[in-house]
């Protein structure tokens, strides 16, 4: 197909951007082939190579694909069993020079697991479908390293598992649900998921605005899903203080002895802010979900849930009757991890390296003009001129980040963003902020 269309820019940057509004705006369809890179040069009177830098750009940010002989087609809707909030989390295409997009850990960071499964096969038993489904050994250490004493805790297969079956307990079809949003797409799929309604809060440095809070608890919720430290996406970190001041909040509300607050600690042991729960001033009301997915390795999808034992016990019931409990194998893996020396040494490395790398980034930045604090965790949410701009220019650079739309429960609420998962920037900080700061201010060709 012939693309009629004004390119005044015939960088690769500039025939990218046309081609990413084109799609963006619908005019070029999911499934349509695009003309062959030689067509398109000699239509523009460059080079090849200039319309294929254009083209690796699109495939990087995943709007086009590229068929072999078939030719180049624009993408159609990629990977079914994730939602369209979580697919924009990724903007990568076949290959990407730096993958900035996924928030997920450095594995090089990671403890080593080799010494801890083979300290844990020799021992590993089949036990008895009706066992604990918590270890008594973990579940100690981590009433020792809970924020607040808990009358309960068990492991789930992840945070998401935890939060997603405390959802089920307290949401009936038609409740509301307070978010943060910007906050994690996944919770505004599972709220949906369960027949809720999101209700939307707004967040400073040190995440939920009280008076924003105050509102939303007007509309009377069952629930709400806060994040204490390191925000995702904005790496806000609540101070005790700020959490005092929610708790009265929901203590003033009308109803508000009713309201669950799920708490997700994603970032558990990487944060730099201090342990603080909500469940310091509301312990009858909080479920505290802790992963340890970013300290200890994402595959292992384990994470704690600890809360009122009401609560806690009606979601081990209803487990029973699918997955039953969690490996035990993998429980005694996260066993020896807490405990073991020289994996809370790597845990520490880690925590501080990220915090050094995202400063780094962001004193980077400010060498650049744009000014921003240092957030707590991995992540950076960046405010740029106009996203998909933004996206495209860093892809062209060999970048790619995540789309800020999909963090937001409505379109253009918090303007245009993009999340970058800084801790992951080992060296190359004044590069990588230089062309964070240009994909800033990228407009639209």
Do not use: C
Request: hydrophobic content about 45%; proline content about 7%; charged content about 20%.
């Amino acid at each position: 197909m012939a693309i009629d269309v004004e390119f005044s820019d015939r960088t690769p940057q500039g025939i990218a951007g046309v081609l990413a509004r084109l799609i963006s705006d619908g005019v070029l369809a999911p499934g349509d082939r695009l003309p062959t890179v030689r067509d398109i040069a000699a239509d523009l009177s460059v080079s090849p190579a200039t319309v294929s830098a254009a083209w690796q750009a699109l495939a990087r940010t995943g709007l086009i694909v590229s068929r072999g002989r078939a030719g180049t087609f624009v993408r159609t809707t990629r990977r079914d069993w994730l939602t369209p909030r979580v697919q924009g989390l990724s903007a990568r295409g076949e290959s990407t020079g730096f993958d900035l997009s996924l928030g997920t850990p450095d594995p090089l960071l990671l403890p080593p697991l080799g010494p801890v499964f083979a300290r844990v096969t020799p021992r590993a038993e089949t036990g008895r479908y009706h066992d604990l489904p918590v270890l008594p050994e973990l579940a100690a250490v981590l009433q020792s390293t809970w924020p607040t004493a808990a009358e309960s805790i068990t492991v789930v297969d992840g945070a998401l598992d935890g939060i997603s079956r405390a959802l089920e307990q307290v949401v009936k079809f038609g409740d509301r649900v307070v978010v943060e949003s910007p906050g994690f797409p996944y919770f505004f799929d599972l709220v949906e998921a369960v027949g809720g309604e999101v209700v939307t809060v707004e967040l400073d440095e040190e995440g939920i605005i009280p008076a924003s809070m105050a509102r939303a608890l007007t509309l009377r919720p069952a629930a709400v899903i806060v994040q204490p430290r390191a925000q995702n996406p904005t790496g806000a970190s609540m101070t005790a203080e700020r959490a005092r001041a929610l708790a009265e909040v929901v203590s003033a509300a009308r109803d508000g002895e009713h309201i669950v607050i799920i708490e997700d600690d994603h970032s558990g042991a990487i944060s730099m802010a201090p342990d603080v729960t909500l469940a310091q001033w509301l312990p009858d009301q909080v479920v505290h979900v802790r992963s340890y997915s970013k300290s200890h390795g994402p595959d292992l999808r384990i994470a704690a849930i600890g809360g009122p034992a009401q609560l806690i016990e009606r979601i081990v019931a209803r487990r029973m009757l699918g997955p039953g409990w969690t490996s035990r194998l993998l429980q005694n893996v996260l066993w020896e991890l807490l405990t073991d020396e020289d994996s809370a040494r790597a845990v520490t490395r880690a925590r501080l390296t990220y915090r050094a790398r995202v400063a780094a980034v962001v004193s980077a930045l400010a060498r650049q003009g744009i000014a921003a604090p240092t957030p707590d965790g991995v992540n950076l949410w960046l405010p740029v001129l106009q996203e998909r701009a933004a996206l495209v220019h860093l892809a062209a650079a060999g970048i790619a980040v995540a789309g800020g739309s999909s963090f937001v429960a409505t379109r253009g609420s918090t303007g245009d963003f993009v999340r970058v998962t800084a801790g992951l920037v080992a060296e190359g900080a004044d590069a990588v902020a230089s062309e964070l700061a240009a994909a800033s201010r990228a407009v639209p060709v």
